[in-house]
């Protein structure tokens, strides 16, 4: 029985036992490897597309699951360590641009349309959850397609205890700054009200708390304000333990004494990311003083990053104790070194930092090889080790499910280790990480691993790779969750668009036109900015240069661009939150409504802002990019429209580029494009069905 048989099995199976059915399926499961059918399921395989068909209750649905086998890790090994970021670039500018060997056949038409979509990795995530009617296929009904992998009533819920920031709990410079930055009337969101709760606390840790560790899960949905979520707990009890004047572990003289020395650690994924985090708890911090340190000088290659040493020297030549990252780093020779409290940086950075450099030994390799070196072979000595890691006390994981993802957990785990080691309580670290249980589910028995220190994950999307990583090793580990996670922002309107069948690139300048006409007819001054993404750096390219043509400027930013190696996020001014920008245009006056739309909402001015169509030959209004930009980025309340350019490959991805508009309650609409009638439409309806499914 072939695979198309799923659709025929399925409309058949009215009449065969449900036994018979799923025993009849998993003796004659098609493989495909790389896209390659195979006979029968005897090929090695890979990629196993249809792991059950049971009927769903007592509705007479059937319901087709479908697994994805776990890639051999050994393979991927050797590639691991080497130039970590241009992999995390490579990784998040979307598992996309390489061919995943995960994919499903798109070509069979025997498969039944809800496989034709392509599967990345997280294609169980995004199959999983299609429900299939015996009687008719193209009406499957699909659920969330994320809700199975997170249970959410294992989590904590929103209290309405906090429902204010107020002082106590919050201390009164951390209240100030938030209701700088938020204004007077700010509520906290569901999961600042969670963080609130559970982890601030008001008074400084006696020493009995200082020595119990805890660890938290913030999950919430895009924009909801998780960030701050994180920071101001963890911002605040930095603050206390100073002005307790609670001892550091490198006050003991046994302890060796190296650079830095940061009490809390931010992890994220891409440069872009720290930047803007580094930014913000600095904002937090304005009326309290604590010195936080971006360790990101993007993705430059490894000789010319600057050391632990330098940059701690260098933070004291600042008055902020503060690293400007875009400049050089002057050594000031037998500079004290006074220590940083907050380091947000990659994971590769900050190994960098904390192993010395050439910790990951294995580029040079690759690049003594690359420049034809002759010189046999070898592990070149790692560097010793030069930031401290003992005072750590808080670490944060923000995108967790990317940095707990197969192919990044290592690094951060291996952080996690190198900062339980420095501080005296070293746990077990196996580089690779099984998170199949190899027992029966009933006597699985968790492995859990006690950090000596609070950790919080955070992440937006939480797939069933995390809360495998949680239940197994994380098993005490408090869960915070938002109601609405999963779901996309209230505030976010989706459109399905339709390609024309002519030229897809004119389809799309079509649209971006009929977003700025509108602007203009309702009186919305500036114009909207757009954001659009691409499966592949070269369609990125190949649309940003066709735009151009039609007069229209833009911004190209995918993993390659020049753009990005500047150690700045300048390249990404004008669309990214700029609160400065925004206090400016808050003290301008506002230009009156056009006369023409009595009503229309008052036009906010920005610095960079298009009043005419003509100005949009100069001024980019529009950024194209791969999911590189996906993961984080707080992007200007004026960025109204996400442009899903490519089909989806899955809900994760989706979630996140759309959720880069319709942050914190401001206004948005994703566009996704598809085709609507003859060959490959039904790929579009199922698009549209999972859309559907995540909607607030
Ligand atoms: N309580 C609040 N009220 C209004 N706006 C808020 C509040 N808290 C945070 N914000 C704003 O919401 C925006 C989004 O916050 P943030 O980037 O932390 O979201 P996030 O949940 O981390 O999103 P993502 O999942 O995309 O990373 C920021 O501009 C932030 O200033």
Redesign the pocket.
């Known amino acids: 029985m072939s695979l198309l048989s799923s659709s025929r099995v399925a409309a058949r199976s009215a009449t065969l036992p449900p036994e018979l059915l799923v025993a009849c399926l998993h003796t004659s499961t098609p493989t495909y490897i790389g896209g390659q059918r195979k006979a029968g399921g005897s090929a090695p395989s890979r990629t196993r597309l249809v792991k059950d068909l049971k009927p769903a209750g007592s509705s007479g649905k059937l319901r087709v699951a479908y697994q994805r086998e776990p890639p051999p890790h050994k393979d991927r090994r050797d590639s691991r360590k080497s130039d970590y970021d241009s992999k995390m670039s490579q990784r998040l500018s979307h598992r996309e641009d390489a061919r995943s060997p995960f994919r499903a056949p798109t070509s069979s038409r025997d498969l039944p349309s809800a496989l034709k979509l392509s599967a990345g990795p997280h294609a169980r995530d995004v199959m999983r959850n299609v429900e299939v009617r015996p009687r008719d296929m193209s009406k499957a009904k699909v659920v969330n397609p994320l809700s199975e992998d997170f249970d959410l009533s294992k989590s904590i819920a929103p209290s309405s205890r906090y429902s204010e920031?107020t002082s106590p709990p919050l201390m009164d410079g951390l209240l100030k700054s938030v209701q700088d930055?938020?204004g007077p009337d700010?509520?906290?969101?569901p999961?600042?009200a969670l963080t609130l709760e559970h982890i601030l606390k008001a008074e400084p840790r006696t020493s009995e708390e200082r020595a119990q560790y805890h660890q938290w899960l913030l999950a919430?949905?895009?924009?909801?304000?998780?960030?701050?979520?994180y920071l101001l707990p963890v911002l605040q009890d930095l603050k206390l333990a100073e002005l307790s004047g609670a001892p550091r572990r490198t006050d003991d003289s046994s302890v060796p004494r190296r650079a830095m020395n940061p009490r809390a650690l931010v992890l994220a994924p891409t440069h872009e990311l720290t930047r803007q985090l580094a930014g913000?708890a600095k904002e937090l911090l304005h009326n309290v003083k604590l010195r936080v340190v971006c360790a990101s000088r993007a993705n430059t290659p490894s000789r010319k990053k600057v050391t632990a040493a330098k940059m701690a020297e260098a933070v004291m030549d600042t008055p902020e104790g503060d690293v400007d990252i875009s400049s050089e780093i002057l050594v000031r020779p037998g500079a004290q070194q006074r220590p940083v409290d907050l380091l947000v940086g990659t994971p590769s950075k900050i190994l960098e930092l904390a192993r010395g450099r050439g910790w990951d030994y294995e580029q040079r390799d690759a690049e003594h090889a690359r420049e034809g070196d002759r010189m046999p072979r070898r592990r070149i000595t790692v560097g010793e080790p030069e930031m401290g890691l003992a005072d750590v006390e808080w670490v944060v994981v923000?995108?967790a499910d990317v940095l707990f993802d197969p192919d990044f957990q290592e690094a951060t785990r291996m952080i996690l280790a190198d900062i339980s080691a420095a501080r005296g309580h070293p746990v077990p670290f196996e580089p690779e990480l099984n998170l199949t249980p190899s027992e029966p589910k009933a006597r699985f028995q968790p492995t859990p691993v006690d950090y000596p220190f609070n950790l919080i994950l955070?992440?937006?999307t939480i797939p069933s790779s995390l809360a495998a990583y949680v239940s197994q090793f994380h098993p005490s580990l408090t869960r915070l969750a938002s109601p609405h996670l999963h779901r996309l922002p209230a505030t976010l309107k989706t459109e399905h668009f339709s390609w024309t069948g002519g030229n897809r690139d004119a389809d799309i300048e079509h649209r971006l036109r009929r977003v700025w006409f509108e602007d203009l007819a309702a009186g919305r001054r500036p114009l909207s900015k757009v954001l659009m993404f691409c499966n592949k750096s070269a369609r990125a390219e190949n649309l940003g240069a066709s735009l151009r043509e039609k007069g229209i400027a833009n911004v190209v930013l995918t993993r390659e661009s020049d753009a990005r190696k500047h150690g700045s996020n300048h390249h990404l001014d004008g669309f990214l939150?700029d609160r400065r920008a925004d206090e400016q245009s808050a003290d301008d006056p506002q230009p009156p409504a056009s006369e023409s739309t009595p009503g229309a909402p008052p036009a906010s001015r920005s610095p960079t802002g298009a009043e005419s169509m003509e100005q949009l030959k100069d001024m980019p209004h529009v950024m194209i990019t791969t999911s590189l930009l996906s993961?984080?980025?707080?992007f200007a309340p004026d960025v109204k429209h996400v442009f899903i350019v490519d089909e989806p490959r899955n809900m994760v991805d989706f979630l996140?580029r759309a959720?880069?508009s319709g942050?914190?309650?401001e206004d948005g609409k994703v566009v996704v494009f598809g085709k609507s009638k003859g060959r490959g439409s039904e790929k579009a309806r199922v698009v549209r069905r999972k859309v559907g499914a995540l909607k607030a």
């Open positions: 920031f930055i938020l700010a509520e906290p969101t999961i600042q919430s949905e895009t924009g909801s304000g998780k960030s701050m979520a913000f923000d995108e955070t992440s937006a939150r993961r984080g980025l707080d996140h959720g880069r942050r914190a309650g």
